[in-house]
């Protein structure tokens, strides 16, 4: 299954990178891709059930449950969805000094037999430095 794992140092505290990546109602402010997202179940411990509607390539459909372990990882595993097969991974945050933390996300992805490898290529190799970007600049804001 392709997978990858890219780190960034970003210009913020832990706690507010975690909190950004764990608003997930909020990606599509920043993520442009993304184009809705409902979170369809909040469980205790952290844990939620989030349904995703985005354009990477061509529009898909999927759910995803995330577990978040405060302050310093967000786990996730596939549920269902279209075209994907299998979708998950991690966010692992480290304290990089003098306020910065360095987050590492790491994804592999599963898809369908009929999807080119240009299109995995694709995801990989430019989407995934994209969408760290954009979590930088959305923690980052005052």
Same mark, same amino acid.
């Given at each position: ?69 405060? !302050? ?40 369908? !037999?009929?999807? !080119? ?26």
């Amino acid at each position: 299954m392709p997978g990858a794992t890219r780190s960034i140092v970003i210009n913020a505290p832990m706690e507010k990178v975690f909190a950004t990546i764990t608003d997930y109602e909020r990606y599509a402010d920043f993520i442009p891709e993304v184009r809705s997202v409902r979170v369809l179940e909040r469980a205790s411990g952290g844990a939620a059930t989030v349904q995703y509607d985005a354009d990477v390539v061509k529009r898909i459909r999927y759910t995803l449950r995330h577990v978040a372990h405060p !302050p310093s990882r967000v786990e996730w595993s596939f549920v269902e969805g279209e075209v994907l097969k299998d979708n998950h991974g991690s966010w692992v945050l480290e304290p990089a000094g003098e306020g910065k933390t360095k987050a590492t996300y790491t994804v592999e992805i599963g898809l369908g !037999p009929l999807v !080119p490898r240009a299109i995995i290529n694709t995801l990989v190799d430019t989407s995934l430095p994209k969408l760290l970007e954009n979590f930088k600049r959305a923690a980052e804001r005052v």
